[in-house]
C-alpha cells in the first residue's frame, strides 16, 4: 500500500520561512507533486520533482531525496495569502495525497 | 499549465435522484481521468481512473454501480452520482493526466442531497 507522512499544522509568521517536510513508502515512484488547496477550491499545481534535488520556483522550492522517501516545500517570504492547505502526492500511475499539511500565517 | 473544466461548480439536489458531473480537458487530450471525493478538511481521496475507452478502475471500498465513470473520449470523463443520499454529500474532483507527467485538477464539484 501507500504511505505518505506531512505534519497536520504548522504555523508561522509573515515574511518568515517554513519547510512541510514529507515522507513517503510506497510500492512505485514515477514522481512527487506539491499541491496547494484553499478552502473550497481545488488543489492547484505548485511543484514535480522526479530527480533528486532542489526545484525552486519563485518563492516556493521543493527538493526530493529518492533514497530516503523524502521530499519537503519550502515556502519563503511567508504571505497571509500562503495560509492554505499543502498536499505532497507522489506519482505512480495515479497519484496518492498525503494528508495534508495547513498552513497558518499569521501577521 | 493546462486547463481542465469541471462542471457544475456546486449542485444541490433532492435524495434519490441521479447527478452527473463532467470533466473537460480543453486543450490536451488527456489519456487518464482521475475522480477524487474530499470531505471537509480531509485530504482527495482516490475513487476511480478512467481510461478512454475502457471501464474504469474503482479503488476498494468504492461502489462502481453507484457512481458511474465514464470516459467517451479523450477530452471528457462523466461521474453520475445515482440515487443520491445525504451521505453522498462531499467536494468531487477531477484530475486529467496529459502523458505521465502532471495531473491537473478541475474546479470541483460541491454537491449537496437535501
Known amino acids: 500500500g501507500q504511505n505518505i507522512d506531512q505534519p497536520t499544522e504548522m504555523t508561522a509568521t509573515e515574511g518568515a520561512i517554513v519547510q512541510i517536510n514529507c515522507t513517503y513508502q510506497?510500492?512505485?515512484?514515477?514522481?512527487l507533486f506539491w499541491y496547494q488547496q484553499h478552502a473550497g477550491e481545488a488543489p492547484t499545481f505548485l511543484s514535480y520533482n522526479v530527480l533528486d534535488g532542489l526545484e525552486e520556483k519563485g518563492r516556493f522550492s521543493s527538493f526530493l531525496s529518492r533514497s530516503k522517501g523524502y521530499s519537503y516545500l519550502l515556502l519563503k517570504e511567508l504571505q497571509m495569502k500562503d495560509s492554505a492547505s499543502y498536499f505532497c502526492?507522489?506519482?505512480?500511475?495515479?497519484?496518492?495525497f498525503g494528508a495534508g499539511t495547513t498552513v497558518t500565517v499569521r501577521a | 499549465g493546462a486547463v481542465v473544466s469541471q462542471h457544475p461548480s456546486w449542485v444541490i439536489c433532492k435524495s434519490g435522484t441521479s447527478v452527473k458531473i463532467e470533466c473537460r480537458s480543453l486543450?490536451?487530450?488527456?489519456?487518464?481521468m482521475f475522480w477524487y471525493r474530499q470531505f471537509p478538511k480531509q485530504s482527495l481521496m482516490l475513487m476511480a481512473t478512467?481510461?478512454?475507452?475502457?471501464?474504469?478502475?474503482?479503488e476498494q471500498g468504492v461502489e462502481k454501480d453507484k457512481f458511474l465513470i465514464n470516459h467517451a473520449s479523450l477530452t471528457l470523463s462523466t461521474l453520475t452520482v445515482t440515487s443520491a443520499h445525504p451521505e453522498d454529500s462531499s467536494f468531487y474532483i477531477c484530475s486529467a493526466r496529459d502523458r505521465d507527467i502532471e495531473a491537473f485538477f478541475g474546479q470541483g464539484t460541491r454537491l449537496t442531497v437535501v
Open positions: 478512467s481510461n478512454e475507452g475502457s471501464k474504469a478502475t474503482y
Open positions: 502526492a507522489v506519482n505512480d500511475y495515479k497519484l496518492s
Open positions: 486543450d490536451f487530450q488527456a489519456t487518464t
Open positions: 510506497t510500492s512505485g515512484f514515477n514522481g
